[in-house]
């Protein structure tokens, strides 16, 4: 038997050139064997409501919902785990990343609907998709908050917690790097801020966690009540959405208006820090303010800011009967939430702003925030890569092709090249957004509503915002929920990693079966070549 008989990933080789076969954990069983990890972990998270008992006794009645399903998972999780606890871990093999990265959605989502159902008596579809819209840090909501127990309200700001800085990163913070890194950046992000992930995530732990708590205090300072502070300040960050009242940051608006104004002016500026790339935050907080600036989506976003948020202003002063300064805060407020992804409001309803507004913000969720942010979208780099390419193509063909010019974004103080690849790579997924976001706005126009509602419900639920012109709610047709929940996640993962794994997926398991059976047949041999 020669060396090329025999697949290599099964042999290892000594220095007296021996070849062994050498089965270690791969494919299928390792992929298993992390995701207990992961379950377990999710498992934990789930019991962090549960010290809202210890404020509000009341809610001692709601505790079986939460700790049950975490016993569970924390138990299936480590069962799991033993799958690859002893032997030799291989390296996970190209696909099998975005295989285990999906797998971890889908399962968290499952595993995270559990409390919905039992604590709020929700069914299968509006649990999941309650589960989604907080994972994915959209907002939007089947249920009441005025009504809801205050730890299912921690609950969901758990989960928004915990999709907005990204799972992967949490267990990242706390284990090796190993693989964390491939995982991670197939989460679609870039922000590795030091040269090891683990330090890397652990650091932007810390710059998101003292948001929170900075993001709190002035809440209560401000007059907002210590749990909603705590609410509030973990989903503005998360540009998630999530309210712990019905009528969203509107509700305070009975503190005074100095009161009310700072409320409004915190939440601002959380949902605008929540839309920045972390490597931002890093630079801005070690005083290397050349980086912030010169960078093309800081740019970006100032632009946005200065141009839309006049117009938004204007608009409400001329057409909805708010006077020059009502409208100028309800303008900026809503501008800024709609470009963050964020999802909060302080207009009591969203269908009743002006038509171009509505268009304005299908436009501003449709772009986001900046790569490596808690916002959703399409991202500010793509979209400025975007127009540059047309400028570049203008450019280029206005010189008549006499010289090639180098292409350049600027990016946390450096300058990025842009090839034609990375431009078609931006343009291809902005495309298939939209022609995805069509397709489903077709399939909740057949269940009854306008196509212009959909297009908002779709695009709000795509780029993780939450913002709702009324389609979403507790007897919204359940095709339209699971709709809406699969846009969510598409969303969330950024469209290739889903359809990859999928693929993938097949070809991991096809591939483990006849990896499997040759192990069988040469285990154990020692062959000299």
């Given at each position: 038997?020669?060396?090329?008989?025999?697949?290599?990933?099964?042999?290892?080789?000594?220095?007296?050139?021996?070849?062994?076969?050498?089965?270690?954990?791969?494919?299928?069983?390792?992929?298993?064997?992390?995701?207990?990890?992961?379950?377990?972990?999710?498992?934990?998270?789930?019991?962090?409501?549960?010290?809202?008992?210890?404020?509000?006794?009341?809610?001692?009645?709601?505790?079986?919902?939460?700790?049950?399903?975490?016993?569970?998972?924390?138990?299936?999780?480590?069962?799991?785990?033993?799958?690859?606890?002893?032997?030799?871990?291989?390296?996970?093999?190209?696909?099998?990343?975005?295989?285990?990265?999906?797998?971890?959605?889908?399962?968290?989502?499952?595993?995270?609907?559990?409390?919905?159902?039992?604590?709020?008596?929700?069914?299968?579809?509006?649990?999941?998709?309650?589960?989604?819209?907080?994972?994915?840090?959209?907002?939007?909501?089947?249920?009441?908050?005025?009504?809801?127990?205050?730890?299912?309200?921690?609950?969901?700001?758990?989960?928004?917690?915990?999709?907005?800085?990204?799972?992967?990163?949490?267990?990242?913070?706390?284990?090796?790097?190993?693989?964390?890194?491939?995982?991670?950046?197939?989460?679609?992000?870039?922000?590795?801020?030091?040269?090891?992930?683990?330090?890397?995530?652990?650091?932007?732990?810390?710059?998101?966690?003292?948001?929170?708590?900075?993001?709190?205090?002035?809440?209560?300072?401000?007059?907002?009540?210590?749990?909603?502070?705590?609410?509030?300040?973990?989903?503005?960050?998360?540009?998630?959405?999530?309210?712990?009242?019905?009528?969203?940051?509107?509700?305070?608006?009975?503190?005074?208006?100095?009161?009310?104004?700072?409320?409004?002016?915190?939440?601002?500026?959380?949902?605008?820090?929540?839309?920045?790339?972390?490597?931002?935050?890093?630079?801005?907080?070690?005083?290397?303010?050349?980086?912030?600036?010169?960078?093309?989506?800081?740019?970006?976003?100032?632009?946005?800011?200065?141009?839309?948020?006049?117009?938004?202003?204007?608009?409400?002063?001329?057409?909805?009967?708010?006077?020059?300064?009502?409208?100028?805060?309800?303008?900026?407020?809503?501008?800024?939430?709609?470009?963050?992804?964020?999802?909060?409001?302080?207009?009591?309803?969203?269908?009743?702003?002006?038509?171009?507004?509505?268009?304005?913000?299908?436009?501003?969720?449709?772009?986001?925030?900046?790569?490596?942010?808690?916002?959703?979208?399409?991202?500010?780099?793509?979209?400025?890569?975007?127009?540059?390419?047309?400028?570049?193509?203008?450019?280029?063909?206005?010189?008549?092709?006499?010289?090639?010019?180098?292409?350049?974004?600027?990016?946390?103080?450096?300058?990025?090249?842009?090839?034609?690849?990375?431009?078609?790579?931006?343009?291809?997924?902005?495309?298939?957004?939209?022609?995805?976001?069509?397709?489903?706005?077709?399939?909740?126009?057949?269940?009854?509503?306008?196509?212009?509602?959909?297009?908002?419900?779709?695009?709000?639920?795509?780029?993780?915002?939450?913002?709702?012109?009324?389609?979403?709610?507790?007897?919204?047709?359940?095709?339209?929920?699971?709709?809406?929940?699969?846009?969510?996640?598409?969303?969330?993962?950024?469209?290739?990693?889903?359809?990859?794994?999928?693929?993938?997926?097949?070809?991991?398991?096809?591939?483990?079966?006849?990896t499997f059976f040759k192990s069988r047949k040469l285990k154990g041999k020692i062959i000299k070549i």
């Open positions: 038997m020669t060396k090329k008989q025999i697949d290599t990933e099964l042999i290892s080789t000594d220095n007296f050139g021996i070849h062994k076969v050498n089965v270690g954990i791969y494919g299928v069983r390792l992929i298993i064997g992390y995701l207990g990890i992961f379950i377990a972990f999710i498992g934990m998270a789930m019991i962090l409501p549960c010290f809202v008992a210890i404020f509000y006794p009341e809610e001692k009645i709601y505790l079986k919902d939460f700790l049950i399903p975490a016993g569970g998972s924390i138990i299936v999780g480590l069962l799991m785990y033993l799958f690859i606890i002893r032997g030799k871990k291989e390296k996970l093999r190209k696909g099998e990343d975005q295989v285990l990265l999906v797998s971890i959605w889908v399962i968290s989502i499952l595993i995270s609907s559990i409390p919905f159902m039992t604590s709020m008596n929700m069914n299968f579809t509006q649990a999941f998709f309650e589960s989604t819209s907080g994972l994915t840090t959209t907002g939007l909501t089947v249920i009441n908050p005025d009504t809801t127990p205050k730890m299912v309200l921690m609950y969901r700001s758990v989960l928004q917690f915990l999709g907005g800085v990204g799972l992967i990163l949490i267990i990242t913070a706390t284990i090796s790097d190993k693989y964390g890194l491939k995982l991670y950046s197939s989460e679609g992000h870039n922000d590795k801020l030091l040269p090891n992930m683990a330090k890397s995530a652990r650091l932007i732990l810390t710059i998101y966690v003292t948001y929170i708590l900075a993001g709190t205090v002035l809440y209560s300072l401000f007059g907002m009540p210590i749990f909603d502070a705590i609410n509030h300040s973990i989903s503005a960050i998360a540009t998630g959405g999530f309210s712990v009242r019905n009528a969203s940051i509107g509700y305070y608006e009975y503190l005074g208006p100095v009161r009310y104004m700072g409320i409004q002016i915190v939440t601002m500026i959380l949902m605008i820090l929540g839309a920045t790339n972390f490597l931002i935050h890093a630079n801005l907080l070690r005083g290397k303010f050349k980086n912030v600036f010169k960078n093309s989506e800081t740019t970006y976003t100032i632009f946005t800011i200065l141009l839309f948020a006049p117009i938004f202003s204007i608009s409400l002063y001329l057409s909805s009967g708010y006077d020059l300064q009502e409208a100028i805060k309800i303008g900026v407020f809503q501008m800024v939430s709609a470009y963050s992804t964020t999802g909060y409001q302080i207009i009591p309803s969203i269908a009743a702003m002006p038509t171009l507004l509505i268009g304005i913000t299908v436009v501003l969720m449709a772009v986001g925030g900046a790569t490596g942010s808690t916002s959703g979208g399409i991202k500010q780099y793509r979209m400025v890569s975007f127009f540059k390419g047309i400028y570049w193509e203008f450019k280029d063909r206005l010189g008549k092709g006499r010289y090639a010019d180098t292409h350049f974004m600027t990016y946390a103080g450096k300058y990025v090249e842009l090839t034609d690849k990375n431009r078609k790579e931006n343009n291809d997924f902005i495309l298939i957004l939209i022609l995805i976001a069509v397709v489903a706005s077709l399939i909740i126009t057949a269940c009854g509503y306008t196509f212009g509602d959909a297009i908002f419900e779709v695009f709000s639920a795509f780029t993780s915002t939450g913002l709702s012109v009324g389609i979403t709610s507790p007897q919204a047709n359940p095709i339209v929920l699971w709709t809406l929940s699969l846009i969510m996640f598409l969303g969330r993962l950024e469209i290739y990693a889903v359809f990859i794994s999928v693929f993938n997926a097949v070809g991991l398991v096809r591939t483990d079966l006849k």
